[in-house]
């Protein structure tokens, strides 16, 4: 990766939404933009680390696709976190970004090299996600997600 922030040679494989309320949006983006059926899950309980502080919050989320791209819709329930942050700055709707990867370390040291910090980060199941302050670059967060492999959850800290 250069020293441009260069993400020509990524593809894009999910928008992420914030919502007070997934529901009406869904059924929205089904009828005017052709989104297939969306998939509510009931809200969970996730552990995050925020900022470099761990904790847990509940989301509830719902995905669809678009054409081949996923549709993430989510709805804060309880807890501090980027997207309560997001909906506390009365914003709704387009949140983020996400870019599958490989090797997610060498593209999170090359944005640090660059002054853009890790605002918060995961794991759900094998999926390690990782959300870049990019707001002022991009007017939008850039996530990446890398599937984990067997032993490396020990290594992860951002």
Known sequence: MNNELDLKTLRPNQLGYVYKDIEKPAQSMEKFLGASKFIIFDPIEIS???????????????????????????????????????LDEGREGLHHISYNVENMSA?????????????QWG???????????????????IEFTEELKRGDRKALNF
């Open 48 to 86: 995050i680390t925020h900022h470099g502080v761990k904790k847990k919050i509940t989301m509830k989320s719902g995905f669809g696709r678009i054409f081949d791209t996923e549709i993430e819709l989510l709805q804060p329930v309880e807890g501090d976190s980027i997207y309560t942050e997001f």
């Open 107 to 119: 593209y999170i040291n090359e944005f640090k090299k660059q002054g853009i910090k890790v605002m």
């Open 123 to 141: 794991i759900i199941i094998k999926l390690v996600y990782v959300y870049l302050d990019t707001e002022n670059i991009f007017n939008t967060i």
